[in-house]
């Protein structure tokens, strides 16, 4: 063999972080097989089934469920995957809706199930929904499986009341509405059309309803003043506003069940999508990168990677990063005091690094107060 003094073995072993979808859709509902001739690959209940096409939906899933996926379909833009769970009287909404803990979906939704005493009650369908939001988005879920949950009230209804005690949650969103269609669908499938940082405010919503009167929206949302932003009750209303040419059915407000909270559905699910990129950016620094000035300083390198792209984007206006261990590692180790040097050995013989990241949301307008002086 030929002398060599440098001998090179280059090995390519380029990663790509996981990318978090963001409008995957899941519906569970009933299914009507018709008396005659049903499909032979007829829903099973039980069994998720990820559907593209709302041909298919109908097809195979005919009755409540199959008309929501279709519904959801039908928004432009909308999703590109729905997923649908059938129940039955074995297969209970609860039931049902734990079979969605394995998959990617991000919106959830009960199909054509109006919110009333019955759904919202402790163990009540849209009761189940939000639970199953609450708990996989929690520590229950695991990364990656944090989601949202869409409810409608029943047709016609002015009354936030409906939304107390646990129901009351920023990871729900309530509509009201004037349709004969699954209007829960409809704004799950509207929501699933864009990036989860933009504002759900006066989106177009595919569906037929009736307008709510300014009496009724202001029932649902509450008396707004000049000088103050959205009130908001934690729902949300579908409407034809007079400013907007022609004829449509557009979201009233952008909110999540929880005024007091997350009060903003892009904000909740921006925060999702951010948390899940720093995840899938990092997790390859588990078990690899050093406790030490160059390690950490790698880390923050990776942190930005993620975060320069949305300020670019203007999605956030500008972040920062501390990992107060840093600045003690950057210190002359002479000059430790004995605190911050048994703070260092902690975090080595602990394995763990703690950091901060502030970041300044770039929230959309949702109202203009304009002061006209005429002289």
Do not use: C
């Not at 209804?157 to 509405?177: F, I, Q, T, W």
């Amino acid at each position: 063999m030929t002398v060599r003094y440098v001998r090179v073995k280059p090995i390519a072993d380029i990663f790509a972080p996981a990318i978090r979808a963001n409008g995957n859709v899941a519906v569970v509902g009933v299914v009507t097989p018709p008396a005659a001739d049903p499909p032979a690959d007829l829903l099973v209940a039980g069994v998720a089934v990820t559907f593209t096409d709302p041909a298919e939906a109908l097809r195979r899933a005919p009755g409540a469920l199959g008309s929501s996926i279709a519904r959801a379909f039908t928004q432009s833009p909308g999703p590109t995957v729905v997923i649908g769970v059938r129940t039955d009287d074995t297969i209970k909404h609860a039931a049902a809706l734990e079979k969605l803990s394995a998959e990617d979906v991000q919106i959830v939704t009960i199909a054509d199930t109006p919110l009333d005493a019955t759904t919202g009650a402790t163990g009540g369908a849209i009761d189940a929904l939000r639970q199953h939001v609450t708990d996989l988005s929690g520590d229950a879920g695991g990364d990656g499986k944090e989601r949202i949950g869409v409810a409608m009230l029943a047709k016609g209804s002015s009354d936030p009341g409906v939304v107390k005690g646990d129901l009351v949650s920023e990871r729900m969103v309530y509509v009201a509405h004037k349709s004969d269609q699954d209007a829960a669908a409809a704004v799950a499938g509207t929501i699933a059309g864009y990036e989860p940082h933009i504002s759900l405010l006066l989106k177009k919503v595919s569906i037929d309803s009736a307008p709510f009167s300014p009496a009724e929206i202001r029932a649902i949302n509450g008396d707004e003043t000049f000088d103050h932003g959205p009130a908001g009750k934690g729902v949300n209303w579908l409407t034809d506003p007079a400013l907007i040419p022609g004829q449509g059915i557009f979201m009233g407000e952008g909110y999540t069940g929880d005024p007091a909270g997350k009060k903003y559905i892009d904000l909740v699910r921006t925060i999702d999508s951010i948390s899940f990129a720093l995840k899938a950016k990092l997790i390859r620094a588990i078990g690899n990168l050093r406790i030490s000035r160059s390690g950490l300083r790698s880390l923050v390198a990776q942190m930005e990677s993620v975060l320069d792209p949305l300020v670019a984007d203007e999605v956030v206006d500008d972040y920062e990063i501390v990992i107060p261990l840093l600045a003690l590692l950057d210190k002359d180790p002479n000059t430790l005091t004995k605190p911050e040097g048994d703070e260092i050995n902690t975090a080595r013989a602990e394995r763990l690094v703690k950091l901060l990241a502030l970041i300044h949301y770039a929230a959309a307008v949702h109202r203009l107060s304009i002061t006209l002086k005429f002289e």
